[in-house]
Nanobody, 123 residues
Framework: VQLQAYGGGLVQAGGSLKLSCAFSGRAFSMYALGWFRQAPGKEREFVAG????????HYTDSVKGRFTISRDDDKNTAYLQMSSLNPEDTAVYYC?????????????????WGQGTQVTVSS
């Protein structure tokens, strides 16, 4: 299994970005998916998760109402739609996949990781 995250960039505060995560491997639909982020000098933190089946989601409090995680099992791709971005959202964003299929909030609950994509929000 390989994951490749892309779609990051530089955006002004209040703007939007959509991150994508391409999954290479078998049985994408059986995996739970997660997005994490890591700002300089900070630990990697959970942002959003999506259980297999595409219905159950969970978000960290700071992004609720602004970010939306989704998946397209036909395209083997996960997404993170981000809106109303603020400078505190600046970080490298990572997508991850869990063969457990259940929604996890911790990094150790995920088997596979993408390489990360930089999101920078200017004030």
């Amino acid at each position: 299994v390989q994951l490749q995250a892309y779609g990051g960039g530089l955006v002004q505060a209040g703007g939007s970005l959509k991150l994508s995560c391409a999954f290479s491997g078998r049985a994408f639909s059986m995996y739970a998916l997660g997005w994490f982020r890591q700002a300089p000098g900070k630990e990697r933190e959970f942002v959003a998760g999506l259980r297999r089946g595409g219905v159950t989601t969970h978000y960290t409090d700071s992004v609720k109402g602004r970010f939306t995680i989704s998946r397209d099992d036909d395209k083997n791709t996960a997404y993170l739609q981000m809106s109303s971005l603020n400078p505190e959202d600046t970080a490298v964003y990572y997508c991850a996949a869990s063969s457990l299929g259940t929604l996890g909030l911790r990094t150790y609950e995920y088997d596979y990781w993408g390489q990360g994509t930089q999101v920078t929000v200017s004030s």
